[in-house]
């Protein structure tokens, strides 16, 4: 599986928790923290789909992808530990400790596999 595949949905996901944190509580570190590494997020799923349409790997696409999950996997898990609570705080860290997973796997094994050419 491409890294974009699971970033563009990613990044909404943070996005939109950042925005329903400010909305029900008015909370702006929420609406800074979730808006700006879900901007971020975006950016570099797109970088990434970019790259892979003309036959490459982004290397700047998956280096913010995972500091990016591997900062909000440090973050939440801190927040949770002060908190104890589950949403969201847990539900982030977890998911972000997934996708720090899965992003250090893509670095493992060279980024997207790039099918080749298409001999006529």
Known sequence: ????????????????????????????????????????????????????????????ALALETFCALGLTFVMAQRYLQTAKIMPAALVAALSALMSLFYLYKIATGGNHVPPAKSQ
């Open 1 to 60: 599986m491409h890294d974009f595949c699971l970033t563009i949905p990613y990044g909404v996901a943070v996005l939109g928790g950042g925005v329903v944190g400010y909305l029900r509580r008015g909370s702006t570190a929420s609406l800074a923290g979730g808006a700006g590494s879900g901007v971020v997020l975006l950016v570099a799923g797109y970088l990434s789909l970019q790259a892979f349409q003309k036959r490459r790997n982004s290397a700047v």
